[in-house]
């Protein structure tokens, strides 16, 4: 089972900056996607920012050029830079990672983090 973890979330004022991280573990021998979501109170969840393996991002509209996702694929953690935060922004942001994981034959998966709690105040 491939299991990820978050972290870095918390409460911060508009114009300031957060650091989400993910860490992934288990048995995995490759991850392919990489990326984050977040869900408003009554609202669906929806895409903020993708990276594949190879570095290829990709932004929902509304967080390009504040927000920057990376991943270091060592470590198999990616990475959610939130600058200029706005109160939009607050929501729950989720990670999610797919790929393969170990077995008598590669066997893919595609896994979701708990959750991890945004809030900007204006």
């Known amino acids: 089972q491939v299991q990820l973890v978050e972290s870095g979330g918390g409460l911060v004022q508009a114009g300031g900056s957060l650091r989400l991280s993910c860490a992934a573990s288990?048995?995995?021998?490759?991850?392919?996607?990489m990326g984050w979501y977040r869900q408003a109170p009554g609202k669906q969840r929806e895409l903020v920012a993708a990276?594949?393996?190879?570095?290829?991002?990709n932004y929902a509209g509304s967080v390009k050029g504040r927000f920057t996702i990376s991943r270091d694929n060592a470590k198999k953690t990616v990475y959610l830079q939130m600058n200029s935060l706005k109160p939009e922004d607050t929501a729950v942001y989720y990670c999610n990672a797919e790929g393969y994981y170990s077995g008598l034959y590669p066997t893919p998966f595609n896994s979701w983090g708990q959750g991890t709690q945004v809030t900007v105040s204006s």
């Open positions: 288990g048995s995995i021998l490759s991850i392919n996607d």
């Open positions: 990276i594949t393996s190879s570095g290829r991002t």
